[in-house]
């Protein structure tokens, strides 16, 4: 499916903007549709837009769906000081309370770690989760992969330079590779994420989320009791295999709650570039819950 042109450019801006006051400052986010809350919470170094294909999906199928700005992202307030999952989890929890919970909650990357924090702490809050190709065990390194499979060299290489070099650059020509198949609106997008990043503080608080390393996400693993649904997408760079991170995630949240899901050809972030796959995945594993 062919992802439909924003009418402005990158989608910032596009909808109305409310916020909501944590701990440490304020959050953006927008909402559309009626029905049962779905909060979506970005990856590191994007925006709340980037769920702009995918938000009106679900809004569709029947749902109240609210993205989210991380801190110090988008339209977020800057000026923190860390930018953890932990962070995030409480950030999102907080807005999932101020929209009167409870969520199912979306996280990718970064998010979907978080998501698993939030999902353990506070399980009254959340509903269940979806992860799309999330960070939600320490990342290691893997050598042999790095000489064998040149999707995650590339990835991997570009990752580097963007943190020792404070690169936005470099984190653009990571996109390029994270997003196999590029949305029709790319150029747009990409131009509206440089200017955001490029607004003061704004690439230094992206560089935060850089400073940890999923420990805390992986500790609460075997604590959450609500369902989860693990997407990976089989083209992902920052992996050496999607699909055995996400089957090593499913296996370590208690038996019987974690689904996993591949969507082939896909890269990091499969909600923009594959939204209807993405949607009908999160559908239909709503669906299931709901007649559990």
Known sequence: MNSPVLPNPGGVGAASTSYVTVDGGRLAYESTGEGPLIVLAHGIGDLRQSYRFLAPLLAAAGYRVVSADLRGHGESSTGWESISRSDVASDLLALVRHLGGPAVLVGQSLSGGAATIAAARAPELISAVVELNPFTRVPKTDLGAMLRVRRYRRGGLLMGATVAFRSLGMWLRYLNVAYPAKPDDWA?????????????????????????????????????????????????????????????????????????EIVEGAGHYLHAERPAETAALVTRFLASRSRA
């Open 188 to 260: 747009a997008y990409t131009t509206a994420l440089r200017a955001k990043l490029s607004e003061p503080e704004r690439m230094k608080q992206f560089l935060l989320t850089m400073r940890t390393n999923g420990a805390d996400a992986e500790a609460e693993l075997a604590h959450v009791t609500v369902p989860a649904l693990i997407i990976m997408g089989s083209a992902d760079p920052d992996f050496p295999d999607p699909e055995a991170e996400g089957a090593a995630i499913v296996a370590a949240l208690p038996p019987g709650i974690g689904t996993l």
